[in-house]
């Protein structure tokens, strides 16, 4: 049913997601974004370059604000927040991008800047209109060169091959010339070790970690959405990738409890939200299947976020801290800076929804665990078998 009232849902999300956003696109659109940003690691991080975590930072931010950066603008207290993210973010990839910029990005050394281009391009692919379009031609040739300058290093053998496949989608879908052994190579091997009932395994054997959604559903769906487009491959296959994404959301729904809490399990758990990206994106494609009704993910995802984004999970100048649920420091995988953190932001692609959406606009629902648990009615749970 629909409600006439103002979706306070709606006003925490976009609120939180500002919050959240707001000092990397800002610092970002003044050319402050090295100067300002924090450069907290694990207590085990590795001997990557910390540098890489600007890149992050700004690769992850983008991927999540993009679709809501894609809606009108108008007047309301959303809309002009709205608009003042979307002219500081299209100014601060300019800034970024220019030559002697304080705020240049690392793409020429380390392995890491092919994770978080394939982000960055994921952004464009998000919200052509509203992050790429506006770009001057100089800045757009400086991040087309900047992602096939990545051709000289290889992904690892497991998720990252779909970050080479995505990046070169995006290359594809403006016209540019392509890798096509690297477009193809992530969409074939994920394809091969895909395990069932939703689950594609990270390399050859399956793990249980939020990565199916962190990273491959999304990108899985998105590159062959491009190669759709552009007649790289039939119909069928992109259908297959969203029915698996589909049977994996309808998972994530699940796993939410009562309480609006979910399991802590696998590595890059400081990623936080980033870990429902799946989730978000079947409902940003308005693809959630028939029996769960949207509102009921909008109600179990935001008391996720309540109980997660607490005062301890920001330091005092808006930045976000390692950890899961607060500042935990020591739960930081050997990867993971600042800039990691920013995958959070994938959680909230259901703001690029407009607020009349069923989505924002239903009312109030109880989700499947919460109707388990108080002894309501709900639907029984099938595995697929594409």
């Known amino acids: 049913m629909m409600t006439n009232e103002v979706n306070n849902d709606r006003t925490y999300w976009y609120e939180l997601l500002y919050k959240i956003a707001n000092p990397v696109i800002s610092n970002l659109a003044f050319g402050t974004l090295v100067k300002n940003m924090p450069l907290a690691k694990s207590p085990i991080y590795d001997s990557r370059s910390p540098k890489v975590s600007y890149l992050e930072a700004v690769g992850r931010t983008f991927a999540g604000i993009a679709p809501w950066l894609t809606l009108p603008d108008d007047d309301t207290h959303e809309g002009k927040l ?183 399990i696998g590595r890059s758990i400081t990623y936080r939200t980033g870990a429902f990206q799946a989730l978000s994106q079947i409902v940003l494609m308005g693809k959630l299947p028939e029996e769960i009704n949207p509102a009921q993910v909008r109600c179990a995802l935001t008391l996720v976020k309540k109980n997660m984004y607490k005062k301890h999970t920001f330091d005092e100048n808006g930045w976000l801290q390692l950890g899961f649920c607060g500042h935990q420091p020591e739960i930081a995988d050997y990867y993971t800076s600042t800039g990691s953190l920013y995958m959070a932001t994938t959680s909230f692609l259901p703001l690029g929804l407009p607020a009349n959406d069923e989505f924002w606009a239903f009312e109030d629902a109880e989700w499947t665990s919460k109707k388990a648990w108080s002894a309501q009615t709900f639907s029984r749970d099938y595995h697929i078998n594409c």
């Not at 994770?115 to 800045?139: G, K, M």
């Not at 970050?163 to 992530?186: N, P, V």
């Not at 395994?201 to 990565?211: E, H, I, Q, S, V």
């Open 82 to 264: 709205r608009k003042k993210m979307k002219t500081e973010a299209v100014q601060g990839l300019e800034n970024c991008f220019a030559e002697n910029s304080p705020d240049q990005l690392l793409f020429a050394k380390e392995h890491q800047p092919i994770v978080d281009s394939a982000y960055l391009a994921h952004s464009f692919l998000r919200a052509p209109n509203a992050l790429w379009n506006p770009l001057n031609s100089q800045t757009k040739q400086a991040i087309i060169a900047a992602f096939k300058l990545l051709r000289d290093r290889k992904p690892y053998y497991n998720n990252w091959l779909l970050f080479g496949s995505i990046t070169e989608a995006f290359l594809l879908s403006i016209g540019e010339d392509i890798d096509r052994a690297r477009l193809l190579q992530g969409v074939v091997r994920l394809n091969k070790w895909y395990k069932g009932d939703g689950w594609y395994g990270d390399g050859p054997n399956l793990t249980f970690d939020y990565y199916n959604s962190f990273v491959i559903h999304p990108m899985m769906v998105d590159t062959l959405g491009v190669m759709l487009a552009k007649k790289m491959v039939e119909a069928p296959a992109y259908e297959v990738a969203l029915e698996r994404m589909q049977r994996y959301a309808v998972g994530q729904e699940r796993m939410i409890s009562p309480e609006g809490t979910y399991p802590p």
